[in-house]
């Protein structure tokens, strides 16, 4: 695998990637940098076939990297008898823990507080018996286990004694999902993938009837070029009704984009061993441990507003403290809100009144031809999503292409993991770190952290901690630059680390730092550093003023202030 070069996402591979796009004839171009799509571009690769990846934003930059950041089965599935999905989701999150990204996904202990006695015990514990059986004979992590109400003050002292009778503790997964999406992109580079983010697509090509590319355009440069491709897959999430209408599909999939909001708040502010799972009248709430903090989610509401830049609410904030709040001794405030972070997921359109009540499943459908889409899904499932659309893709092009080989596939800076750490000890750029830093760059990128500490052993100066942000390397964000297709500052700051919501500025001090480091690898002058900046706050300004706000329609108003600079260049076009 071409490593060193196409899989290194910095400015040289992107400009001969923009020239590929524009020069060549792929058997398969995808549009969608989210994990379905980076996941779909691998699975492609993987097989043989010629593939091109374009994304309009950052890898990641939409519902990829503002989920959960669970790799689950899906527990409160089963409720719903959604058998076949739960067990598909086991059967991955096992592949993902063991074989495909050890790296990016841990496993993490959870409580399930019982508030009654007898029925809920024998009622959740079938529903977990039946979780644990799905997962296989050989699961990737422990069965569950009944606990008494002592137990569970005991392992979580933050529980009011009120709110339980006791509980059961089981394991599913942690993933890094933004990080997760930038490697499977360079993992499909490294099988031969194009993989160029900052392209929009403005139209498609078509040759009769048939779709057979995109035009697009480069947000970075303004430069249009067309992509030919003997068959797409528009793996664009909850921009998939657009795209199908942009693609001129008379009787486009619909799909109903439902907002999670989710909370940050310090570590110390909940006393707990365990992740916590807890019923709610519509659904179930998650407080889950993230480093020195816990992320509270999720809601589950419908979306009827812009696309690129969903909002919470300060009655979504509201509805998430008192509902945690109902199982917590000390109870959570506003001023505990570190930082707020929002998805949408492309739910398939139903006539629910509720989206929570909606499914998870995945649609895969020939739209046209040459054009298939995927939607729906979950997460830990995007590597089926991936492969039946690539499976429904084979069956439009002229030759025999080979099954999916992507169970088999581990991501880059998988491979060689058991002893990566000790090893790497040795590196010349190890020298100048603490070994608590050397853990956290093995524990975020794997064996890939090798490229890291190759940057530290040519620049020392780059071992410094990151200013406003010293939990991360100056080397990290140079990195980001260099190997992993950061084009902005926001996409440090809140995708190739997590600053944006992890530190209580949400990376204001470390902004500055952030965009001096990036101009060299970039080649910035001082006027787009000081606009870099400048860009970055003003997102934060119009996320604080329309997280006060009480509607959707106002917080989107509020939010829609500040746009992705890439996508500004876009709203230009339209104009």
Known sequence: MALDTEARFGPATRARALERCASETFDVLVVGGGVTGCGAALDAASRGLSVALVEK?????????????LIHGGLRYLESFDIELVREALHERRLLVEKIAPHLVHPTPFLFPLKHRAWERFYMGSGLLLYDALAGLHPAMPRHRHLTRRACLRAVPALRDDSLTGGIRYFDAQVDDARFSVVLARTAAAYGAVC?????????????????GARAQDLESG???DVRASTVINATGVWTTEMERLAGVADPMIVRPSKGVHLVVRRDRIDSEYALILRT???????LPWGDRWIIGTTDTDWHHGLDHPSATHADIEYLLEHVNEALREPLGLDDVI?????????????????AKLSRNHAVRRSAPGFVSVAGGKYTTYRLMARDAVDLVARDLRFAVDPSRTADVPLLGAIGLSGAE?????????GHLAPT???HLVARHGTLAAEVLDLVASDPGLAAPLVGAE??????????????GALHVDDVLTRRTHIAFEVPDRGQLAADGVARLMAPVLGWDQATVDREIAHYRARLEAEAAAQALLTDAASDSARAEVRDPRLERLDERGE
């Open 437 to 439: 830093q050397l853990h």
């Open 471 to 484: 939990g991360y390397l100056a080397a990290e964000v140079s990195h980001a630059a260099a190997y992993e």
């Open 196 to 212: 160029v983010s900052a392209v929009g697509v403005v139209d498609f090509l078509h040759e009769g009837e048939r779709v057979a």
């Open 223 to 225: 430069r249009e070029l």
């Open 339 to 355: 930082a707020v972070f929002v998805g949408l997921r492309p739910l398939i359109g139903g006539t629910d009144e509720e989206t």
């Open 422 to 430: 000790l090893r790497l000890s040795s590196h010349p750029g190890a």
């Open 57 to 69: 934003r950052d890898f990641a930059a939409g519902t990829s990297s503002r989920s959960s950041k």
């Open 281 to 287: 009248e519509k659904s179930v709430l998650f407080v």
